[in-house]
């Protein structure tokens, strides 16, 4: 069974830094993309980046690019988010999500984590 | 930017009703389009990919469709478990867009 548990978000002051990660089991985490994906409070959803299973290409949302930064570890099976300049504006609850196989342009978004939160207010 | 507009933002239905829900895409995406389930508290579940295929496990009551610009996720018995916010997603190109989600009600 395929597993992505979030962790590392918390509260932060706007301006402050925080890493989140994502550890995946149940399947070759090193054969797929991965995406990270927001929620803020009330609010819809909002993709906010993607990485190919190597880490060669790095995609973002216009908002966070120049502040967070993508990255993964094949070894540790992990994906993570680094998250620099935090805004206001950046609260919200992270969810990492499964992507395709490379040739598959279909199978975005699943399954999803749980979910981390991330406050940014003073 | 690709913008996908979805309607109703909002609506109420009666169990056993048939629900529409429209996704209009701001240019051409194909089918790269999926639909995706949100209950209250919980966490985003795919229903539909590639417009019109239905996930796995997914009740057969669910159906998508569109190609283009215009797609539609159908809901053809409204039952109790599925009050809840529907999304759609293209992913057609970067930045991936999400609609701004219908959210279905009991009436």
């Not at chain 1, 706007?14 to 009330?42: E, K, T």
């Amino acid at each position: 069974e395929v597993q992505l548990v979030e962790s590392g978000g918390g509260l932060v002051q706007p301006g402050g830094s925080l890493r989140l990660s994502c550890a995946a089991s149940g399947f070759i985490f090193s054969s797929y993309w991965m995406s990270w994906v927001r929620q803020a409070p009330g609010k819809g959803l909002e993709w906010v980046a993607n990485i190919k299973k190597d880490g060669s290409e790095k995609y973002f949302v216009d908002s966070v690019k120049g502040r967070f930064t993508i990255s993964r570890d094949n070894v540790k099976n992990s994906l993570y988010l680094q998250m620099n300049s935090l805004r206001a504006e950046d609260t919200a609850v992270y969810y990492c999500a499964k992507g395709p196989v490379q040739g598959d342009y279909f199978d975005w978004f699943d399954p999803w984590g749980q979910g981390t939160l991330v406050t940014v207010s003073s | 930017d690709i913008q996908m507009t979805q309607s109703p933002s909002a609506m109420s239905a009666s169990v056993g009703d048939r629900v529409t829900i429209t996704c209009r895409a701001s240019q051409g995406i194909s089918n790269y389009l999926a639909w995706f389930q949100q209950k209250p508290g919980k966490v985003p579940k795919r229903l539909i990919y590639a417009a019109s295929s239905l996930q796995s496990g997914v009740p057969s009551r669910f159906s998508g469709s569109g190609s283009g610009t215009e797609f539609t996720l159908t809901i053809s018995s409204l039952q109790p478990e599925d009050f809840a916010a529907y999304y759609c997603l293209q992913h057609y190109t970067y930045p991936l867009t999400f609609g701004g989600g219908t959210k279905v009600e009991i009436k």
